[in-house]
């Protein structure tokens, strides 16, 4: 499949525009994979890192382009922009941890890791610490279905920080690399780093280029090659998302939450969150609560 014909998404299965609105996501592996009739076709994501936990079962992975047989317990992780598809057995079970780039971040800063083994690609046999990796699984996938809980997010920040020093620490021991990124793929990593650092402020793209020593135009290029965005939608994109966490996970007014991310004019707001989203803030808002409901 030629790298254009490549879908960059979200999630398997739920189309381009599906964002995600935690700073991860949690799910059994046989949910997507049984779905989808156990064979999960060439995707990459842009936004994210992906850490699934084979536990029992087999499959064929295809990672950029490198086939490997994979069986259960091991442990997989998928870096952005990595092209993967899978060919599961029937019988596959375990855990599937969707970390998005801002956790990413979080994380550097938190557990002082330079560059965490999560942002890279690999596969490592869990021979031993499978009970200490299940618990700690166990307890995130717990965390994350306490969509209202008090204190979830810090909750989940903290889980995962536990969870990457428990996979740094296992990749020494395994002799797993840190890897390495091409440089359009490391260009862009560094820019949705800066996005998330910077989003409240919105930099001109002529900004952020500079930083990277690299032209607003070539920015552009890569990121419509890459991701089939511009710089300024991916931006966008970024602030939209926290439009969108603070009317689903605060009770913040619709004007609070424009003076909040940076806008002057909170009529202005409406009007840059309907272009993108289609439906008004407090439109936005009702049919979330809706289906908190449901």
């Not at 296992?170 to 002799?175: C, D, P, V």
């Amino acid at each position: 499949m030629a790298q254009s014909n490549i879908p960059t998404i979200q999630f398997y299965g739920e189309g381009e525009s599906t964002a995600m609105l935690d700073l991860l996501h949690c799910e059994p592996l046989i949910t997507r994979t049984r779905a989808h009739k156990f064979t999960i076709r060439p995707h990459r994501h842009s936004a994210l890192s992906q850490i699934f936990y084979l536990q029992a079962g087999s499959g064929e992975a295809n990672l950029d382009g490198a086939t490997t047989r994979v069986e259960g317990p091991c442990i997989m992780v998928i870096s952005p922009m990595c092209v993967h598809d899978f060919i599961w057995s029937e019988d596959v079970s375990g855990t599937v941890i969707s970390i998005s780039n801002v956790l990413l971040d979080e994380l550097k800063l938190s557990a002082s890791i330079d560059k965490p083994v999560i942002q890279s690609t690999f596969i490592m046999p869990v021979n031993n610490g499978c009970a200490q990796l299940e618990a700690m699984l166990q307890l995130i996938q717990f965390e994350y279905n306490q969509s209202l809980a008090e204190g979830r997010a810090q909750a989940l920040v903290s889980l995962v920080t536990l969870l990457a020093i428990w996979l740094e620490r296992h990749a020494i021991q395994h002799s797993y690399s840190k890897g390495h990124q091409d440089r359009k793929s490391e260009y862009l990593s560094r820019f949705s780093a800066m996005i998330n650092r910077d989003y409240l402020e919105q930099r001109k793209v002529e900004s952020y280029a500079k930083e990277l020593g690299i032209t607003a135009p070539y920015l552009n290029s890569l990121c419509q090659r890459l991701v089939d965005s511009s710089a300024l939608q991916l931006i966008h994109q970024r602030l939209l998302l926290e439009a969108k966490r603070h009317l689903i996970y605060t009770v913040m007014s619709v004007s609070e939450i424009a003076y909040a991310l940076g806008f002057n004019d909170p009529a202005y707001f409406n009007r840059f969150f309907k272009r993108l989203c289609g439906q008004t803030p407090k439109q936005f808002r009702t049919q979330a609560i809706r289906e908190d409901k449901t």
